[in-house]
């Protein structure tokens, strides 16, 4: 059965910095692509908006405009693990953060709510 977790959510101020986990298992994580999403309560639809990704070895990461430079995604194959660091953070990245492995079958978390206040 396979399970993605997510932690590490809560509530910040505008500035603050939290650091996401997501820990997986019952899938071969080290040939899974691993992203996050986010669903921002205030969304117009169901579709979370894509945050970053990294590939299953590590070497590549791609991150969508509006966290680039901001948010760095990380991977811990021992632990079948991966990370969101979120530094500067700001009101507009409120939102649960969810996590998904690609097998390429997708899998996704429960989420993780991230709150920042002003």
């Known amino acids: 059965q396979v399970q993605l977790v997510e932690s590490g959510g809560g509530l910040v101020q505008v500035g603050g910095s939290l650091r996401l986990s997501c820990v997986t298992s019952g899938l071969t994580f080290k040939k899974s692509a691993m992203s996050w999403y986010r669903q921002a309560p205030q969304a117009p639809g169901p579709e979370r908006e894509w945050v970053a990704t990294i590939a299953s070895d590590g070497g590549t990461s791609t991150y969508a405009d509006s966290v680039l430079g901001r948010f760095t995604i990380s991977r811990d194959n021992r632990k079948n693990t991966v990370y969101l660091q979120m530094n500067g953070l700001e009101v507009k990245d409120t939102a649960a953060y969810y996590c998904?492995?690609?097998?390429?079958?997708?899998?996704w978390g429960q989420g993780t709510q991230v709150t920042v206040s002003s």
């Open positions: 998904k492995a690609s097998t390429p079958r997708d899998y």
